[in-house]
């Protein structure tokens, strides 16, 4: 089984980190969902912190793949060179990679303005990204719920564009699944 990208195929890297990270992100997007609901105490503080550290991993994640994606091309989206499906297929990759570093940055900006340590598994203290401050906690927390409602929206057109491909069976689904 081969790790690297071809000029045609999705390898064994690229394939385990897209689909660690979605069901990372869906995970994700549950739970933060759930602990803005909560009000904030002892017997919950366990979800937040998991939701910072999962968080924290899937920036790192991303950056992995971006880095990765520079030594290995990813094969370009399948269709006509230049045609709309093509085009709108990068658009939405370029958005999503926008959107997974924008949204863990926003939200280790808007809990370091709490003063609240950001710590990686209740483990390793990481920098404050801001200063503690209530103008940048609400700022970083508005931002973080904007652009995770923004991200669901884009993984929304991102999963009907592959299932529309899947539909027409051109390949694309089966290369991010099988190689
Ligand atoms: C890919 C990573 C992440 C995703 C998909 C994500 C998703 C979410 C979502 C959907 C919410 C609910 C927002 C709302 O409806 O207002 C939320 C809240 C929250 N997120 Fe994240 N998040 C991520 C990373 C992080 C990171 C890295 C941190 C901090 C280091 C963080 C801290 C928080 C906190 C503290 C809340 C609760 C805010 C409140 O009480 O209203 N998140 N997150
Ligand atoms: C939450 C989740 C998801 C995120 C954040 C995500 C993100 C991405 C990104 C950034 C790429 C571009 C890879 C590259 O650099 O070339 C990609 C490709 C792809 N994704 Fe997802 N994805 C998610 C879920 C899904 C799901 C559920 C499906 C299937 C139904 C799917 C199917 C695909 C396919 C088929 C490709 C390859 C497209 C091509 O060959 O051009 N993704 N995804």
Known sequence: MRLANSTDSFGLVSRAIHW????????????????????????????YSLHKSIGLILLALVLAR?????????????????????????????????????????????????????????RWVLPPLAPVSAAWEDAGFAAHGLLTKLLMAVILLHVAGALKRAIGGDGTVRRMLRG
């Open 66 to 122: 971006i880095v990765w994606h520079r030594i290995s091309p990813p094969p370009a989206p399948l269709g006509p060179p230049g045609g709309m499906e093509q085009r709108l297929a990068r658009a939405a990759h370029l958005a999503l990679y926008t959107l997974l570093i924008a949204v863990p940055l926003s939200g280790y900006v808007a809990s370091s303005a709490t003063g609240i340590d950001v710590m990686l598994f209740d």
């Open 20 to 47: 660690g990270m979605a069901i990372g992100i869906l995970g994700m997007l549950a739970l933060g969902t759930r602990i803005s609901d909560m009000q904030p105490g002892l017997a919950n503080l366990w979800l």
